[in-house]
C-alpha cells in the first residue's frame, strides 16, 4: 500500500523552529516532484513550497527565506525546515506527490505565545 506520512507539526512560539517530515512508503518517489501545502481553519489549501526530483525549488513568497524543502532519497522522505515561524504560519500541513491523488492525513503546527 502506497501511502505518505507527516510528522513533526507542535505548538510552536512565534520566532520559533520546527521541521516537518514526509515519508513515503510502499514505492519511490525518488523522480517525483513533491509539494507542502497547508490549509489554515476557515482558509483554503494553499501551496507552500514544492521539490522537483532534481531539486528545483519553489517557495510561497511570504515563507521564502523561512521555509526550506529539501528531500532524502534514501530515506524517501522530503522535509520542511521552518524557521522565524509567524502566528500566520498556523495551519495544518499536508505533502503530496504533485501529480497524484497520494496526500498524507496533515500534521498541526501551531504558532502562539
Known amino acids: 500500500q502506497v501511502q505518505l506520512v507527516e510528522s513533526g507539526g507542535d505548538l510552536v512560539q512565534p520566532g520559533g523552529s520546527l521541521r516537518l517530515s514526509c515519508v513515503a512508503s510502499?514505492?519511490?518517489?525518488?523522480?517525483?516532484?513533491v509539494a507542502w501545502y497547508r490549509q489554515a481553519s476557515g482558509k483554503e489549501r494553499e501551496l507552500v513550497a514544492s521539490?522537483?526530483?532534481?531539486?528545483?525549488?519553489y517557495y510561497l513568497g511570504s515563507v521564502k527565506d523561512r521555509f526550506t524543502i529539501s528531500r532524502d532519497n534514501a530515506k524517501n522522505t522530503v522535509y520542511l525546515q521552518m524557521n522565524s515561524v509567524k502566528p500566520e504560519d498556523t495551519a495544518v500541513y499536508y505533502c503530496n506527490v504533485i501529480g497524484t491523488s497520494l496526500w498524507g492525513q496533515g500534521t498541526q503546527v501551531t504558532v502562539s505565545s
Open positions: 521539490i522537483t526530483g532534481g531539486a528545483t525549488t
Open positions: 510502499g514505492r519511490s518517489f525518488r523522480f517525483n516532484p
